[in-house]
């Protein structure tokens, strides 16, 4: 098996990478099965953190507007990373998202990587759940917070090593490196029609939001904009022109 890699995990808004964004990256890099150095930044994605995602991470969405510009977490895991190999469970998850970010700020990314979670399913099958916790729990690892990036990184950095003592005579051919392919497709930016009504409507339905409109997608523009619709409505002319808000038209 490799004896030095880059453990790393991602916590991210959604599931994803296309619509979704980087919340926090946490890393570890391994040294013959020994942590030497770790890595770990919360991200501001410039939106709200979703219910769902504080319930199930912890991360709030105060803690998230005291994180990094996305740029620079990535550029930070990057150098971190340098060459060397990753590890993570159901790293392509991980990848694509860090695949992603990286293309959208004009960055290179290319990794071989092992996948704790395809070496699981190969070597433990009769395990019922090959989750992270679930085969930390039954290994006897500490896992530390469960969905927060850097202890997910560092347990699954234990775990290769506890399937590795386990298996590896057994079945080497499940810890060979892969190489990781994900594609990347393109993101038009927000156009200036999109801004304007947004801006609109978030006057007209006096919506507060500290959602940084210049820096989305124009697909990111149009699910808020119809998002907003939904809930509140469309603007209308006569309620515009009744209230005198001609702003609006």
């Not at 090959?130 to 560092?154: E, M, T, V």
Request: net charge positive.
């Amino acid at each position: 098996m490799i004896n030095e890699y880059i453990a790393v995990d991602v916590e991210t808004t959604g599931l994803s990478p296309e619509r979704d964004r980087l919340l926090e990256i946490g890393a570890v890099h391994v040294q013959d099965g020994k942590v030497i150095k770790t890595f770990g930044t919360l991200i501001d994605t410039g939106m709200p953190v979703p219910l769902r995602i504080q319930e199930l991470t912890g991360i709030t969405d105060e803690m998230r507007k005291s994180g990094v510009p996305v740029r620079e977490a990535v550029r930070g895991f990057l150098k971190f990373r340098g060459t060397l190999p990753i590890v993570g469970h159901n790293i392509p998850f991980d990848f694509g998202f860090l695949k992603e970010a990286a293309v959208r700020e004009k960055l290179d990314f290319e990794a071989e990587a092992l996948d704790t979670l395809k070496i699981a399913r190969r070597t433990l099958p009769y395990m019922p759940s090959k989750s992270l916790s679930a085969l930390c729990a039954f290994y006897r690892i500490p896992s530390g917070n469960a969905h927060r990036a850097q202890d997910d990184a560092l347990a699954a950095h234990r775990l290769l090593w506890r399937m590795w003592e386990e298996s590896g005579q057994r079945d080497p051919d499940a810890f060979a490196l892969q190489k990781m392919v994900y594609t990347v497709k393109k993101q038009s930016p927000i156009t200036n029609r999109q801004k304007g009504y947004l801006n609109d409507l978030l006057k007209y339905h006096r919506i507060k939001t500290d959602v940084c409109i210049d820096n989305m997608t124009k697909s990111e523009a149009s699910r808020m904009i119809d998002h907003i619709i939904l809930q509140h409505g469309k603007i209308l002319k006569r309620q515009i022109e009744r209230e005198g808000r001609n702003e609006f038209l």
